[in-house]
Nanobody, 123 residues
Framework: QVQLVESGGGLVQPGGSLRLSCAAS????????VGWFRQAPGKERECLAT????????IYADSVKGRFTISRDNAKTTVYLQMNSLKPEDTAVYLC????????????????WGQGTQVTVSS
C-alpha cells in the first residue's frame, strides 16, 4: 500500500532554515511527480513546489520562490523541501503528495497524500 511520511517539521525562528523530508513506499517512486503543499487553518491548501518524475522540471509558488528548494532522491524514494529565510506566515502543516509523471499545482490532481508535518515560525 502507498505510504507517504513527512518529517523534519518543528519550531524555528524567523530567518531560520528547515529541511522537510517525504519518504515514500508502496509505489514505483521514480514514475511519480511530487508536490509539497501547506495548509493553514481557515485557508486554502497551497501548492508550494512540485518536481516531475525525472527531477528536471520544477515549479514554485511566488510566495516561496527563491527561499524554498524541492529535490528528490529516487534511490532513497524520498523528496525534500529545503526552506530558508522562514517567515511567520510560513507557519502551517506541510504535506507531500504524488501524481503520475508530470507536475501539477492542483491538489485535486494528486493521488496520494501524507499526513503532514507542522512547521511553526516564531521568535
Amino acid at each position: 500500500q502507498v505510504q507517504l511520511v513527512e518529517s523534519g517539521g518543528g519550531l524555528v525562528q524567523p530567518g531560520g532554515s528547515l529541511r522537510l523530508s517525504c519518504a515514500a513506499s508502496g509505489l514505483t517512486f521514480s514514475t511519480y511527480a511530487v508536490g509539497w503543499f501547506r495548509q493553514a487553518p481557515g485557508k486554502e491548501r497551497e501548492c508550494l513546489a512540485t518536481i516531475d518524475w525525472t527531477g528536471s522540471s520544477t515549479i514554485y509558488a511566488d510566495s516561496v520562490k527563491g527561499r524554498f528548494t524541492i529535490s528528490r532522491d529516487n534511490a532513497k524514494t524520498t523528496v525534500y523541501l529545503q526552506m530558508n529565510s522562514l517567515k511567520p506566515e510560513d507557519t502551517a502543516v506541510y504535506l507531500c503528495a504524488v501524481r503520475p509523471f508530470h507536475v501539477s499545482r492542483r491538489a485535486a490532481e494528486y493521488n496520494y497524500w501524507g499526513q503532514g508535518t507542522q512547521v511553526t515560525v516564531s521568535s
